[in-house]
């Protein structure tokens, strides 16, 4: 540090010295002297002379053109200032200026740069990386430097005590499948993440070959919550079997982007995010966080992206819209949004559909459907964390949630 600071001086110094000699130039003006008039018209009065001498110039021109000449000799000197030149009249100004141009320059690279640090190659940083891949703590070593599980205050006791009964139930039958899945998703509706990933486990290996990607894709989510965002070397691992046996499942990708920029590496990040969000669709509970994220993402890449601008309804959307009337595009709003709402609710469907219906809802002030929505999706989707969350955020927008 003491020899980087000593050479960022030494060239603060330098800069300086360069500052003060060019705004002392620029403040000295120079005097017009007029020698170089006073040599040309001298060798016009000896060319003059010599002419005449050899008989090419008549004696009255010469004599006119001695006159024309002195004159202009008597102007030029009556244009010489009293002195040769002018200094600078205020030189502390310019000091000044140059000691408040290397102070708000020390003050800039404070704050923006960052003193003492080497250069880092493209190779150096991937190696780095690697390094800090390789050293990522365990799943374990994450979950237990958390504090214990205690249950949400805005729980009811009848959930717990079911939830109770159902851990109860599983101890005594460990091998019953559908206790560990329904167990899973209990723990996981609560919060308990630590439980949940035990009893996750459980049902991959209690279905064994049968366990297909969302059980593994399940097990990787509950994990990265258990660990607070984290993904582990195991929930890694859990992501890349679902990617096994599903090779776009939008879930494990979305995680395992996420991993890559934890560990430096935002161009492995970039393309994975980048696909998903090309894919969608909007509604999709990564969504939010790759828009958020993704022009970032790309400029610690060093990977040229203008990220989108949001979508909106067309031009011709909004011109039919605006020929109806109030009562019109209200009722046709009601309509679309019972249809789709009575679809769900009889045959289920896809995660993006049931928070359009949630969120219309919440804006056609129609909260008890809205709630019944909502429970409909939570039974749905239940032991999947991530489809839970997006779930959980349309209700309180709607302003449904418990």
Not at 11 to 20: E, P, S, T, W
Not at 139 to 144: I, P, S
Not at 165 to 193: S, W
Request: no cysteine.
């Amino acid at each position: 540090m003491f020899g980087f600071y000593l050479s960022a001086g030494a060239m603060v110094v330098m800069v300086a010295v360069v500052l003060l000699q060019a705004l002392r130039r620029a403040g000295t003006e120079a005097a017009p002297t007029g020698a170089e008039d006073l040599i040309i018209y001298r060798d016009q009065l000896a060319e003059v002379d010599r002419d005449l001498a050899r008989g090419v110039l008549p004696p009255e021109e010469a004599g006119r053109l001695r006159i024309e000449v002195q004159r202009r000799i008597l102007e030029t000197g009556r244009s010489q200032p009293d002195a040769p030149n002018r200094k600078a009249s205020h030189p502390a100004l310019a000091g000044s200026a140059v000691v408040l141009a290397v102070i708000l320059s020390g003050i800039i690279y404070q704050s923006l740069g960052a003193p003492g640090y080497p250069d880092l190659p493209i190779a150096e940083r991937i190696a780095n990386s690697d390094v800090e891949y390789q050293n990522r703590p365990s799943q374990d070593t994450l979950e237990a430097a958390l504090p214990a599980f205690t249950p949400p205050s805005d729980v009811d006791k009848i959930t717990l005590d079911i939830v109770e009964q159902l851990r109860a139930a599983v101890a005594k039958n460990p091998e019953a499948l559908q206790g560990q899945i329904y167990l899973a998703q209990q723990e996981a509706n609560l919060g308990n993440y630590s439980a949940a990933r035990i009893a996750q486990d459980a049902v991959i290996r209690l279905k064994g070959a049968q366990a297909n990607a969302d059980d593994y894709a399940n097990l990787g989510v509950i994990m990265v919550y258990a660990a607070q965002g984290i993904v582990s070397p195991q929930a890694e691992a859990a992501f890349t079997e679902a990617l096994i046996r599903t090779p776009t499942h939008p879930a494990a990708r979305f995680y395992l982007g996420l991993m890559a920029a934890q560990v430096g590496r935002p161009d492995k990040t970039f393309p994975l995010w980048k696909a998903l969000l090309d894919e969608g669709p909007d509604t999709a509970p990564w969504i939010p966080e790759i828009t958020q994220n993704l022009q970032q993402i790309a400029d610690a890449a060093g990977i040229r992206y203008q990220a989108p601008q949001a979508k909106g309804p067309t031009a011709g959307d909004m011109a039919d819209a605006a020929q109806m009337s109030a009562e019109d595009r209200q009722t046709m709003i009601e309509g679309m949004v019972g249809l789709l709402e009575g679809r769900l609710l009889a045959d289920g469907g896809p995660i993006e559909d049931w928070i359009k219906v949630i969120n219309a809802l919440g804006v056609l002030n129609a909260p008890d459907r809205a709630k019944a929505a909502y429970a409909k999706a939570q039974a749905d989707f239940a032991g999947q964390p991530g489809e839970l969350s997006a779930l959980k955020a349309a209700a309180t927008a709607a302003g449904i949630a418990p």
